[in-house]
């Protein structure tokens, strides 16, 4: 199907099914711990081994020898992989560094071998009497060095975007801003690690993974391995948390590839804590610059920030700056992102790449900006909103909402009360502050296929390579079918994640939801045509309604159309040019209390609301969980979550969750989320967009704002931690 023209009213539009707060249809396997996870696939495949991977002692340099001898005469030790005895290797193009080292070395825990034993203690015993002597080499590791010595040439230049005179108006602007920020490198610290179960049966290939993204998977594992990738399946059903870590081929897929065809028998590899953060892909750290030039009645007449990341050698640059160019109006404006070579392990995608960080900084600037105005700080975003994107005035935003979003939160917020000067309010010990921030996130459009079936007792079945991360997406995907089906939930069956199945759009940058669900819609209209077709009636007029097709005065089961014979229809979203029409974004605003402690500067969230224009909200229930996820994993990134860098050995030294603090039930408070109500036409025939990562972004800066509030304390380098506070706090009294 393809969509390039506005949606008009279709049968998602009944939101008899749709639109309604359902509990997850695979709630009951998770709660009863029977959802099978890929480690955990003891039912797929008989006698399987163990992987244990040995990462890589140094950052950066060679082998200079290895030694297997040892761990290959260790007991129950099967078959040991390196890369003398792998062959040779492609790389997936999704990939930066190669998943198997050597003799190069590119980062620190980049796999130099697997030892694959009949049990788990056996293998990891063996994998330590691996030898492996290196020649080490100089490397990069320090962001700021790296960047005070990059200079400006073009070679660091990235996506740089410019309009207007920036230096000019920035120059006369009678109100200026130039403040330059960090965010630290962070890892996804998701509960399930990176697993896979890899069986070969002659030339093909199963794996039983955790991947996000099974299209890509298989693709680059067939690439890597250097075979056909129809020879290749993925299997994923159930994935246990990615937030973007699980977006790509890793380690383990492979390792677990090579080690079953090494063994000739199926191997389970799983990554350590440790190689989770340092073998796989991380959120890069950030320095950020941020220059606002304003009038004194608070109009933006020159914006502009520019980031500088690091990453490995045609690695990417983190893009925080890519809500800069559509968040607020201002004819001057200047952004760009500066890339450093760096030897630490890959940056890549984490939750909301590019805007979570992003706005942890531009919305800070943006509160300061307004205290410089001596302008409310909703006010002054609100007098610099836009309904038009800022570099191509034409083009319009197809929904925009930021300031109902604003407006409704203040409201319910109770930000009236706030006090303007900074460090007033007191609650015994506590100095209580409130902030905010708004929320921008892109839509992202992305073809989506999807088979639905249909049998004699009515049961319509979807079968997609869709992923469900936790977010849902049995649920919607159900509700989809049940809607254009005109079935109950209890007459929908959904298989995902099997790269058997029509490729759909996967599960990644808040694009999930809205695409998987219209590439099952597209399969529905096809399925809805053939059931009418088989039953004699006008599919331009056939209605679908509680196991019933109606056309006319006419009635018939549904289920009467497959009698002779299972009906199929297949099909895919497919779009066209809507979104060069017009700017799809979704937008929000958060708000916060926190209490900081006079005395010894430790700070606790007291309240925390949402605000979100997220198009038509699919399923209210799980996409409330999904924002106060965000919302939760933004009070991480803004107080405590910091991959701390060894810059002698160039690796992240707090590789595991003893050392990596992320938030726990205590640090978080009540959490309260408003959907606006919004439909978009120019999204797909959904008419939704996607929310899960539009809850992460702004949140850090609502909590450094809050913190400034309540102290008077102003800190530019996340995360907050109380030794930024402590020798600067308001005196006790």
């Known amino acids: 199907m393809k969509f390039d023209t506005p949606a008009a009213t279709n049968p998602i539009d009944q939101l008899k099914v749709v639109g309604k707060p359902t509990s997850r ?51 129950g030790v099967l078959a040991v992989v390196t890369h003398e005895t792998a062959g040779k290797l492609g790389k997936g193009k999704r990939n930066v560094a190669p998943l198997l080292a050597g003799p190069e070395i590119d980062h620190y825990h980049q796999a130099v071998a697997l030892v694959v034993a009949e049990s788990f203690e056996q293998a990891r015993a063996a994998a330590n009497l691996v030898r492996v002597e290196y020649r080490k080499a100089d490397g990069a590791f320090d962001l700021a060095r790296a960047r005070d010595a990059m200079g400006d040439g073009e070679e660091h230049r990235k996506e740089d975007s410019v309009v207007g005179d920036f230096a000019a108006a920035f120059a006369a602007a009678p109100v200026k801003l130039d403040e330059t920020y960090s965010t630290p490198d962070q890892t996804h610290a998701m509960m399930e690690p990176h697993a896979s179960i890899a069986a070969w049966q002659g030339d093909r290939l199963t794996v039983w993974t955790s991947n996000q993204m099974i299209d890509w998977a298989a693709t680059d594992l067939a690439a890597t391995l250097e ?7 993925v299997i994923s059903p159930f994935v246990g948390g990615g937030f973007g870590g699980k977006l790509f081929l890793r380690a383990d897929t492979l390792l677990a590839a090579l080690g079953a065809q090494a063994a000739g028998r199926p191997v389970k590899v799983a990554l350590p804590r440790p190689m989770m953060a340092n073998n796989t892909t991380h959120r890069p750290a950030t320095i950020q610059r941020v220059r606002i030039g304003a009038t004194p009645d608070g109009r933006i007449t020159a914006i502009a920030h520019e980031s500088w990341s690091g990453n490995l050698p045609d690695g990417k640059p983190e893009t925080a700056t890519d809500q800069t160019r559509l968040l607020y109006a201002g004819a001057n404006r200047l952004s760009g992102t500066r890339l450093a070579h760096l030897d ?3 940056g890549n995608a984490m939750r909301a790449p590019g805007e979570a960080p992003g706005l942890m900084v531009l919305e800070i600037a943006m509160d300061e900006m307004a205290e410089r105005l001596k302008i409310d700080p909703v006010e ?6 836009t309904q038009v994107d800022p570099e191509k005035p034409e083009r319009p935003f197809s929904q925009r909402q930021l300031v109902q979003c604003l407006r409704t939160g203040a409201e319910r917020f109770g930000w009236s009360k706030r006090s303007v000067e900074p460090g007033r309010v007191r609650d015994g010990r506590w100095l209580v502050g409130v902030g905010m921030a708004a929320a921008f996130r892109n839509n992202l459009l992305t073809k989506s296929a999807a088979r639905v079936r249909l049998d004699k007792r009515g049961v319509v079945t979807v079968e997609t390579d869709m992923t469900d991360i936790g977010t849902g997406s049995y649920t919607i995907i159900a509700q989809t079918a049940a809607e254009m089906m005109g079935v109950g939930l209890d007459k929908v069956v959904v298989r995902l994640g099997d790269s058997g199945f029509p490729a759909s759009a996967g599960s990644g940058g808040q694009w999930g939801a809205n695409n998987s669900t219209a590439g099952v819609y597209a399969a529905c209209v096809k399925l809805r045509e053939a059931v009418a077709q088989k039953l004699g009636f006008n599919s331009a007029d056939a209605q679908f309604a509680d196991g019933q097709v109606l056309s006319g005065n006419r009635s018939a089961p549904l289920a009467q159309a497959a009698g002779g014979g299972e009906l199929a229809a297949e099909d895919a979203i497919e779009y066209g040019d809507l979104d060069k029409k017009a700017q799809q974004s979704t937008f929000g605003a958060h708000f916060v209390e926190v209490g900081v402690d006079a005395a010894t500067a430790e700070i606790r969230v007291r309240r925390m609301l949402a605000v979100c224009a997220a198009g038509r909200i699919l399923n209210p229930l799980s996409a409330r969980s999904q924002v106060i996820g965000a919302m939760t994993m933004g009070v991480g990134a803004a107080l405590m979550e910091e991959l701390a860098v060894d810059t002698r050995g160039g690796f992240f030294v707090n590789h595991d969750l ?8 205590a640090d978080i408070p009540h959490q309260e989320v408003i959907f606006l109500d919004e439909t978009d036409p ?34 530019r380098d996340y995360p907050i931690t109380l030794d930024k506070l402590i020798d600067r706090m308001p005196p006790m009294g």
């Open 380 to 385: 002054f975003r609100i007098l610099n909103d």
């Open 344 to 346: 630490l392990p890959e």
């Open 227 to 233: 075979m056909p990738k129809e020879k290749v399946r």
């Open 682 to 715: 120019m999204s797909s025939p959904m008419k939704a967009k996607g929310v899960g990562e539009l809850g992460l972004c702004g949140v850090g800066a609502a909590i450094a704002n809050a913190v400034y509030n309540a102290t008077g304390v102003r800190v």
């Open 658 to 665: 003893a050392a990596y603090e992320v938030p726990v039930h």
């Open 25 to 75: 249809i695979d709630g009951p396997l998770k709660t009863t711990g029977t959802a099978p996870y890929a480690y955990e696939r003891h039912d797929v495949v008989p006698n399987q081994a163990y992987g244990y991977a040995v990462g890589a002692g140094i950052a950066k340099g060679r082998i200079a020898s290895l030694s297997v001898d040892e761990a290959k005469a260790a007991p």
